[in-house]
């Protein structure tokens, strides 16, 4: 029989139960409204979603990234702009940020897989957030 020692029990109740990882978010998603394809995938230590292609042209809508606080950026496309930075692991779920290029607004942002295949995006604004479900694109 093993004998347990003080250290070992201590280490063992401090270590508590391994943390789980959120499910994969990558992959090609189909925003809200149909208006975008999303693409989810690793950009160095986190993900990030950069936007792969336009569906519902707005043709009143600006081609550039007009609304951007950066001066230097708002000439650049609105098409395959990176939108979802920095997402890393938070529980269940990924932490990081969404960028909407109509309002030139970054906000703080989570992602999660849902069972039923889609993913849900929220955005918050102090505690104030709101969420969008993109289902999986083709």
């Known amino acids: ?5 003080a250290a070992a029990i201590l280490s063992l109740c401090l270590a508590g139960p391994a943390a789980a990882s959120p499910a994969s978010v990558a992959g090609r998603w189909l925003t809200e409204g149909g208006q975008a394809i999303v693409e989810i995938a690793p950009c160095g230590a986190a993900i990030c979603g950069t936007i792969a292609k336009v569906l519902k042209v707005d043709p009143k809508a600006p081609k550039t990234d007009v609304n951007n606080p950066d001066p230097r950026l708002r000439q650049r496309s609105t098409g395959n702009l ?23 607004r970054t906000y703080k942002s989570f992602l999660k897989a ?5 993913l849900d995006l929220t955005g918050c604004v102090w505690k104030l957030c709101q969420t969008q479900s993109w289902a999986k694109a083709g």
Request: proline share 9%.
């Open 1 to 5: 029989m093993r004998s347990w020692g």
């Open 82 to 104: 990176r939108i979802l930075t920095g997402f890393v692991p938070d529980g269940s779920r990924w932490k990081g940020e969404v960028y909407d290029p109509r309002s030139g």
């Open 114 to 118: 849902q069972p039923d295949g889609t």
